[in-house]
């Protein structure tokens, strides 16, 4: 059982460091060739904007980004 959570951890792992990847990749291309390049969407726009709604929540969008934070931060200390 623990071996199948390792996978699964494993998996989750690598999905969101290539995620992080991709968005790192698509806001490269949107600066380069602008706007709307990466597949049709305004990346950088997005990312203002969830930044934004984290700040329109008070609390507990503060909250939530404390959360995200943290899982990115123990995502890249198992990586490393």
């Known amino acids: 059982m623990k071996e199948v959570i390792g996978n699964v951890r494993g998996i989750i ?3 969101i460091e290539l995620g992080i990847s991709l968005i790192a990749v698509a806001v ?3 600066i380069l060739f602008g706007t709307t390049s990466f597949f049709g969407q305004d ?6 904007q969830l930044i934004t709604s984290f700040g329109q929540n008070g609390l ?3 909250f939530a980004f404390a959360v995200l934070l943290y899982v990115f931060n123990k995502q ?3 990586i490393a």
Not at 43 to 48: C, D, E, G, R, S
């Open 13 to 15: 792992g690598l999905s």
């Open 76 to 78: 890249a200390k198992q």
């Open 43 to 48: 990346v950088v726009a997005n990312i203002t």
């Open 60 to 62: 507990v969008g503060l």
């Open 28 to 30: 490269l291309v949107q």
